[in-house]
């Protein structure tokens, strides 16, 4: 069964994360560097069904864009031109940073750790891709009769 995979796009790092095959549970994929996205993708599209891609679109808390927005449609633009046949939705990814942050303390990580961006950029991907399973209806058991 095809995987929903999502991006957390940024100037020198990309955060991914990945849905299980049954599309209930998203873990982190990784982190690689921005420039190499597209051929990380390429590969990893041979080995793994991929039946959407999920990027977050940074937008202020007024809904307005900020400076990584341009980057993120130049992403969305690239990612169209070699993966033409590939859904793409872009997600709004206000706060993810936060959150991720958030999870890390909550979790009880050490501030060393938590000074790793390209865990932060996974974390936020995979919120990305959480927050989606969770408002599409994803990740909920099916009622059963009984």
Same mark, same amino acid.
């Given at each position: 069964?095809?995987? =929903?995979?999502?991006?957390?796009?940024?100037? +020198?790092? !990309?955060?991914?994360?990945? !849905?299980?095959?049954?599309? =209930? @549970? $998203?873990?982190?994929?990784?982190?690689?560097?921005?420039?190499?996205?597209?051929?990380?993708? +390429?590969?990893?599209?041979?080995?793994?069904?991929?039946?959407?891609?999920? =990027?977050?679109?940074?937008?202020?808390?007024?809904?307005? $864009? !900020? /400076? $990584? !927005?341009?980057?993120?449609?130049?992403?969305?633009?690239?990612?169209?031109?070699?993966?033409? /046949?590939?859904?793409?939705? +872009?997600?709004?990814?206000?706060?993810?940073?936060?959150?991720?942050?958030?999870?890390?303390?909550?979790?009880?990580? +050490?501030?060393?750790?938590? %000074?790793?961006?390209?865990?932060?950029?996974? @974390?936020?991907?995979? =919120?990305?891709? %959480?927050?989606?399973?969770?408002?599409?209806?994803?990740? %909920?058991?099916?009622?059963?009769?009984?």
């Amino acid at each position: 069964m095809p995987r =929903i995979l999502a991006i957390d796009y940024g100037k +020198k790092r !990309t955060g991914l994360a990945v !849905t299980d095959p049954l599309k =209930i @549970i $998203a873990s982190g994929l990784g982190t690689v560097p921005s420039h190499e996205l597209i051929p990380y993708l +390429k590969k990893y599209f041979a080995t793994e069904p991929v039946e959407l891609i999920l =990027i977050g679109l940074p937008r202020n808390l007024d809904g307005s $864009a !900020t /400076d $990584a !927005t341009a980057l993120v449609e130049e992403c969305i633009r690239i990612l169209g031109k070699h993966f033409p /046949d590939m859904p793409l939705k +872009k997600v709004d990814e206000r706060f993810t940073s936060k959150m991720a942050f958030r999870s890390m303390i909550d979790s009880g990580m +050490k501030k060393k750790d938590r %000074q790793n961006k390209g865990l932060v950029d996974e @974390i936020s991907a995979t =919120i990305i891709l %959480q927050e989606y399973l969770h408002h599409s209806g994803g990740g %909920q058991m099916p009622m059963t009769g009984g």
